[in-house]
C-alpha cells in the first residue's frame, strides 16, 4: 500500500508534475527525481489559501470587542508579520528533509516522540475544516435558501474531499487559479467597501474591556490564525529541489501568506462597521453591505473556503500518516472529511462563541514546538540535509524543552476555562504565545548543546 511506505519511493511511472494523477506519496522523502517547481510557486498556494472566509470573519472579533479601528489595524499588522515569519520559516525546511513538517519534527523530537505534534495537528486540521465547511455552508444558504444547513455541508465536504485526494500537484494547480480569481473578487469588494471610509471614521467603539486585553486578544487571534498554518509548512515545499535557495522560499510563503491574511481580516472589520448591529453572521453582513455585488462576493467566501480546506484536508492526512497509522492517505482524507462534517452540524447553532475560542486555544501547542524545530534545524544543523534516520524513540531534551515553554507560560494563558495569574492582572491580555516559543527556544539550545562554527 502506498500510504504505508515510509522509507523507500514507491515503484510507479514518476509523479512530477503531473496534476490529474493521484499523488503516489505519502510521508516518506521525495525522491530527488521528483522534484520540481521554483519557491515562487509557494506565492500563489499561501496567497489563495488566505483569501478565505476564515481571515474574513476574523476581521469581525476587534468590533465586536470594540476596539478602535486603529488599534485594530496595528493588532492586526503586527499579528500577521509575526505569525507570517513563522509560517515561512518552517517552509523552508520541506526542500532540504523532502519530508512533511510532521515528519521532518521527528528530527528534533524523534520517531515516537513526534506523536504528539502529529495527533495534535490532526485535531488542529480537522477543526480548521470545520471552521470553514461551516462559514460556506452559511454562504450556499445565502445563495440557495431552499437548500438545508446538513446538506450545503455536505456538498461542500464532499467536494473538498474529492479535490484533496489528487493530492499536492493538484491542490497547487488550484490554488494557483484561486488566487487569481479571489484577487479579483475581493479587490472588487475592497473596493465597494472603501466606498464608505467616511462611516468607517466616524465609527465610535464601545469597548467591552480594557484597551490593553482587548488588543491582545485581537493581537493573538491574528498571530493564531498565520501561525495554524506553520505544521504544514513543509507539506507544499517538500517537493523543491534540496539545493533550493531558502532565501526566496522564505520570502514567497511570507508575502503570500501573510498580506492576504492581513487583507481579509481588515476588509471584514470595515464591513462588520458598515453592519452595524446586523453583523452577527460574517457572510450575511457582507451579502448586504455589497449590494449588487452580494452574490458574487458570497461565492468568493465559498471559494476561499475551499481553497483552505483542500490544504486542511491534505496535512491533515499527512498528520494521521505520521502516527503511523497503516492507512492509505485516500482513505484518511475521507475519514477527516466524515468527522469535519459531523463537527460542522454541532457547531453552526453557535458559530461565534466557537471560532473564538478554537482560535485562541489554536496557538498553545504550536509555538513551543516550531521554537525546538527552528533551533534544530536553523541554528544545531544549519539547514543541512538530514541523513540516516531520525531518533527511533524520543529525544528527551525536546519533550523536556516543549513541557517548559508549555509551564512558563501557563501564567500568561487567558481563556475561558484557565486564566492565568499574570494574565488576570493585565486585564485578560494574552502574551503566553511569545514567552512559550522564546521559553522552549532558550531551553532546547542549552539542553541540545550548539555547535562550534565550521
Known sequence: MRGMQTASAPKAPA??????????????????RERHGTPAHLFPLWLGANLT???FALGFLPVGLGLSFGATIVALVVGNVLGGALLALASAMGP???????????WSFGHIGGYL???????????????????????????????????AALILAAVQVLLTIFGHNMIHLYERIMSVVLGVLFLITTIIAAAHAGTVA??????????????????????????SWAPYASDYSRYLPKDTNLGPVIGWTFLGSAVSSLWLEILGAVVAILAGTAASNPIASLHAVM???????????????????????????????SLDIPVSRAVLTVVAGAVGLALSLYGSGHFSSFYEH???????WVTPWLAILF???FVVRRAGVPEGAPAAGVRWGALVSYALGIVISAPFIATPLYTGALAARWGGADFSYYVSFAAAAIAYALLRGVPPKR
Open 15 to 32: 509523479y512530477g508534475e503531473r496534476v490529474l494523477a493521484v499523488e503516489p506519496y505519502s510521508i516518506e522523502r521525495i525522491p530527488e
Open 53 to 55: 472566509i476564515a481571515d
Open 96 to 106: 532540504r528533509t523532502g519530508e512533511p513538517q510532521m515528519v521532518a519534527g521527528r
Open 117 to 151: 505534534p502529529g495527533a495534535l495537528n490532526w485535531i488542529s486540521t480537522v477543526g480548521w475544516f470545520t471552521i470553514n465547511n461551516i462559514l460556506c455552508a452559511f454562504g450556499l444558504q445565502l445563495l440557495w435558501p431552499t437548500l438545508s444547513f446538513p446538506v
Open 202 to 227: 466616524a465609527w465610535q467603539p464601545q469597548p467591552h474591556g480594557a484597551p490593553l486585553a482587548l488588543f491582545a486578544i485581537v493581537l493573538s487571534a491574528a498571530f493564531s490564525y498565520i501561525a
Open 291 to 321: 449590494g449588487g455585488f452580494g452574490a458574487a462576493a458570497v461565492v468568493a467566501v465559498i471559494l476561499g473556503g475551499t481553497a483552505a480546506d483542500a490544504l486542511n484536508l491534505y496535512s491533515n492526512a499527512l498528520s494521521a500518516r
Open 358 to 364: 478554537f482560535l485562541l486555544l489554536l496557538g498553545y
Open 375 to 377: 533551533v534544530d534545524f
